[in-house]
Every structure is written in C-alpha cells, then in structure tokens.
C-alpha cells in the first residue's frame, strides 16, 4: 500500500496524542460554527425585540395568521437546509477548507442587509440568505472535525468545539438584555445585535488564515503527499515537545477502503441508506424538542405573565450552561459509547419538559429551563458527533449535508409547529411536544443506532447499523 494512502494518513492522525496543533484546529473552526448557534440563538431573542419595535406581531397578528417568531424561525431554518444540501458536495469534491472562506463573506453580508430591514417579511427573507452561508459552513465543521482528531479524541474533540460554538448563546443573551430598550446613534438596540457577528466573522476569518486543508480529505484524493505534510509538521512539534518519538501507526489492513470518488446515491443503499434514516429520523425529533425549547424559551416565559426585560434576562442565566455543558461532556466524551450519550440526554429533555410545565414561579422556570438546556445540549452533541462518525470520507460531507438539510428544512415547518401549539394550547401544549419528540429520539438511537466509540475513521465504514 502506498506510504501516503488513506489509511496509512488515519493511522497517524490516530496515533496522535492531545496536542497544541491539534486543538487549534479545533478552535479555529469551531468559532466559524459560532454563527449557526448565534443565529439559532437570536432567532428567539430577536422576537420579542422586533415586536417592541413594531417590525413584529404576535400571537394571530403575524404572517399566515402565527407569531412572526414563526416565519422568522422558518427562515433561518429553511436557509440552513438550503445552505447544507446545496453545498454539501462542494466539501467533499473542492475541500472543507474553501467552504469556510467563503460561507463567512456570505453570511456577513446578508446579515448586514437584514440589519436595515423594516418590515416583518424583508427580516425574515434576509435571514433566510444569512442562513444560507452557515448551513454549508456547518457541515464543513463536523466533516473536518471527525476527519483531523485521533479516535481516541474525537468526542472530546467534538465537546470542546461544541463549548467554543455555545459561547454564541450566552453572548446574544447578554448583548440581547442590555440593548432590549437602548439604541446607539439613532441605532434600535436590535440592528445592533445583528451587528456583532458581522465584525466576528470578518475577525474570524483572519484568524482561519494558513489552517491546513483536512489531511484525510487531501489523501482521499490523491494528494497523499500534501497530507503527509501537514502531519509531519504535528508529528516534530509532538517529538520535540516531549522528548520522545511517536509510536509506529497501527498496522493497516489489505480491506481498507480503495480510493475512489463517492456517488451521492450510495447514500440511499444497503447498509449507508439504513444510517441515513436513522439519523435524519434522530436528528429531527431531536431538534423538534432543542428548538422547540430553546428558540422560544423568552416567548413562553411571556406567555406565563414574564416581562420582556426579565424574560430576556432569564433566558440569558439560562444560557450560561451552554458553552458550560459540553466542557462537562468532554470528561465522559471518549468513555461513554456515543449513541448512550444521546439516549441520555433525551431522557432528561423528556422529564425535565414535563416538570417545566408545572412550574409557576421564576426559580422553578430558572432550574428546568437550565436542566432542559444542559441535557438538550448533550443530545445535540451526541448527534453532531455521531452523525460525522458514521460514513466514509469520500462521502462524509454529502452524508452530513443530507441529514443537517432534512433536519433543517423540518425545523422550518416546526416553527411553524409550535406556533400552533402555542396560540392552541398554550405553554403547555408546546412543553408536552418537546417531551414526545425527545421520547421518539431516545426510541430510534437505542434501538437501531451502532456503536461507534474508539473506532477508526476507516472501521466506521464497515460498522453494521443493528440494535446494540
């Protein structure tokens, strides 16, 4: 086998002990995926703001006779759908590394155009476009994260990235609470907060300047060469730093995966197109119960009487948990089997929504709405993890755009979804459908989902999708 073949490159990254370059890979594209969970975060915080402003109606008054919370969450989800599945093959024919210089200009941008926006239906269209440019900036993440951390590092690796993104919600929480009644310069508190990200991106981009393309993408196209580069700069800085050479990589077996372009129709067939449905069937009951609490949590504490102010605020101490939980996660990341994690973390969504609705008083709101957030977020680190881990390069963008794509485009609709709920059925109505959906989540990975710790890149495509 070639001494620069796909195999051989996974085996030295898997060889790899933790590792400055290696986390500041990690870091340098988590904080480009900061602006999926700013958006997702803002689309929630940005509502109640935008009604005050006379931009946005609620209850009955919005489009199509819902709050315009609907429409706007719709938008941003139907953005991150289009973003995903139209881009999704680019990552794995030209690379992750220009999705990710590219999606940023798109996505700052568009935002800027949606900052001067005065009516409901100019917002939510330029949130729409916004959202474009993050969606294909997503799968480019996942892709590059599972394909550059060593086995025995991935779910850390993935925890870690998933604390660097969540510091996006307690940043809009706050930002959102103290410009919620101020203006700057004749400014509306709210244009402002789509300001920040804006400057971000274009300081995140500079950052992101020299980061390698991902080595295994690189082998898995014939540049073997380039791969085996950019690993022999980790390996000296590795050698010289503790003194010591790298252990020999682990013997690659004759089966390994022969390079080859992949065919976006091998994800519809046999053993592939069984993960396929799994994970979208996972993947949108899931954030049919993250969003469907997150993204409306200051609504629904208005619906219970809360004022803006507080129910911004409280949103805000809520959302200190979010970049808080995933570093919880990495003790337990690599320990853990991943789809357990998952499982895990929609159990206590299910009983944690479910005690929401019977709370009356703030420090009851408070206490679920933290315990929902922290256990939502393990379940939506299991599935960014999981889902990344579950097919081979060559398809690995394309596999991870399908799945994110489905997902968001049923999350636009569910936003409508929980609109009806709301004006129907009140606050309750909406917690009783977090907790159904959790419980279906939970139901579909602990029976159908395969086991994935400690396997290679390279083991994870023979894995068969059975009950574990």
Same mark, same amino acid.
């Given at each position: 086998?070639?001494?620069?073949?796909?195999?051989?490159?996974?085996?030295?990254?898997?060889?790899?002990?933790?590792?400055?370059?290696?986390?500041?890979?990690?870091?340098?594209?988590?904080?480009?995926?900061?602006?999926?969970?700013?958006?997702?975060?803002?689309?929630?915080?940005?509502?109640?703001?935008?009604?005050?402003?006379?931009?946005?109606?609620?209850?009955?008054?919005?489009?199509?006779?819902?709050?315009?919370?609907?429409?706007?969450?719709? /938008?941003?989800?139907?953005?991150?759908?289009?973003?995903?599945?139209?881009?999704?093959?680019?990552?794995?024919?030209?690379?992750?590394?220009?999705?990710?210089?590219?999606?940023?200009?798109?996505?700052?941008?568009?935002?800027?155009?949606?900052?001067?926006?005065?009516?409901?239906?100019?917002?939510?269209?330029?949130?729409?476009?916004?959202?474009?440019?993050?969606?294909?900036?997503?799968?480019?993440?996942?892709?590059?994260?599972?394909?550059?951390?060593?086995?025995?590092?991935?779910?850390?690796?993935?925890?870690?990235?998933?604390?660097?993104?969540?510091?996006?919600?307690?940043?809009?929480?706050?930002?959102?609470?103290?410009?919620?009644?101020?203006?700057? *310069?004749?400014?509306?508190?709210?244009?402002?907060?789509?300001?920040?990200?804006?400057? *971000?991106?274009?300081?995140?981009?500079?950052?992101?300047?020299?980061?390698?393309?991902?080595?295994?993408?690189?082998?898995?196209? *014939?540049?073997?060469?380039?791969?085996?580069?950019?690993?022999?700069?980790?390996?000296?800085?590795?050698?010289?730093?503790?003194?010591?050479?790298?252990?020999p990589p682990e013997a690659t077996s004759a089966g390994a995966p022969e390079l080859r372009e992949g065919a976006f129709n091998e994800l519809f067939k046999g053993e592939l197109g069984?993960?396929?449905?799994?994970?979208? /069937?996972?993947?949108?009951?899931?954030?049919?119960?993250?969003?469907? @609490?997150?993204?409306?949590?200051?609504?629904?504490?208005?619906?219970?009487?809360?004022?803006?102010?507080?129910?911004?605020?409280?949103?805000?101490?809520?959302?200190?948990?979010?970049?808080?939980?995933?570093?919880?996660?990495?003790?337990?990341?690599?320990?853990?089997?991943?789809?357990?994690?998952?499982?895990?973390?929609? /159990?206590?969504?299910?009983?944690? *929504?479910?005690? @929401?609705?019977?709370?009356?008083?703030?420090?009851?709101?408070?206490?679920?709405?933290?315990?929902?957030?922290?256990?939502?977020?393990?379940?939506?680190?299991?599935?960014?993890?999981?889902?990344?881990?579950?097919?081979?390069?060559?398809?690995?963008?394309?596999?991870?755009?399908?799945?994110?794509?489905?997902?968001?485009?049923?999350?636009?609709?569910?936003?409508?979804?929980?609109?009806?709920?709301?004006?129907?059925?009140?606050?309750?109505?909406?917690?009783?459908?977090?907790?159904?959906?959790?419980?279906?989540?939970?139901?579909?990975?602990?029976?159908?989902?395969?086991?994935?710790?400690?396997?290679?890149?390279?083991?994870?495509?023979?894995?068969?999708?059975?009950?574990?």
């Amino acid at each position: 086998m070639n001494a620069v073949s796909p195999a051989v490159i996974t085996a030295r990254i898997d060889r790899l002990p933790s590792c400055r370059p290696l986390w500041g890979w990690v870091a340098r594209i988590s904080f480009g995926a900061f602006f999926e969970i700013y958006e997702t975060a803002l689309t929630s915080l940005l509502s109640p703001m935008l009604v005050r402003a006379g931009v946005f109606h609620s209850g009955r008054g919005g489009l199509f006779g819902l709050p315009d919370l609907a429409s706007l969450a719709f /938008a941003t989800f139907a953005g991150l759908f289009l973003g995903a599945i139209l881009f999704s093959s680019v990552s794995d024919r030209l690379g992750r590394r220009p999705i990710f210089t590219y999606s940023l200009i798109w996505y700052a941008a568009a935002t800027v155009m949606m900052s001067v926006q005065h009516d409901a239906l100019g917002v939510c269209l330029w949130r729409l476009i916004a959202a474009i440019g993050v969606g294909a900036e997503i799968v480019a993440v996942d892709a590059y994260l599972s394909e550059v951390m060593p086995k025995a590092l991935r779910g850390r690796g993935f925890a870690i990235s998933t604390a660097i993104q969540f510091s996006a919600v307690p940043l809009a929480g706050l930002l959102a609470a103290l410009l919620a009644h101020k203006s700057l *310069g004749g400014v509306e508190g709210w244009r402002l907060l789509l300001l920040v990200p804006v400057v *971000g991106a274009a300081l995140i981009w500079w950052v992101r300047m020299g980061l390698p393309e991902s080595p295994r993408w690189l082998a898995e196209h *014939g540049r073997g060469a380039e791969a085996s580069v950019i690993l022999e700069r980790v390996e000296r800085m590795v050698e010289h730093r503790t003194g010591r050479s790298l252990p020999p990589p682990e013997a690659t077996s004759a089966g390994a995966p022969e390079l080859r372009e992949g065919a976006f129709n091998e994800l519809f067939k046999g053993e592939l197109g069984r993960r396929v449905l799994v994970l979208i /069937a996972a993947s949108c009951t899931a954030t049919f119960a993250y969003f469907g @609490f997150n993204n409306w949590l200051p609504t629904l504490l208005e619906a219970r009487g809360v004022g803006l102010t507080k129910s911004l605020g409280y949103s805000a101490l809520i959302a200190i948990s979010f970049p808080l939980a995933p570093l919880m996660f990495s003790l337990f990341a690599d320990r853990l089997e991943r789809k357990w994690q998952i499982v895990l973390g929609a /159990a206590i969504t299910a009983v944690a *929504g479910l005690a @929401f609705v019977a709370q009356r008083a703030a420090l009851g709101w408070i206490v679920c709405g933290l315990v929902i957030s922290i256990a939502a977020n393990l379940l939506s680190y299991g599935l960014h993890t999981y889902r990344s881990e579950l097919f081979p390069t060559r398809l690995r963008g394309r596999a991870i755009g399908l799945v994110y794509s489905v997902d968001r485009l049923s999350a636009a609709f569910n936003s409508y979804m929980i609109g009806f709920l709301l004006v129907t059925f009140g606050v309750a109505g909406v917690l009783v459908g977090v907790t159904a959906a959790a419980a279906v989540s939970l139901i579909i990975i602990a029976l159908f989902g395969p086991r994935t710790r400690g396997l290679t890149a390279d083991g994870l495509e023979h894995l068969q999708l059975i009950a574990s």
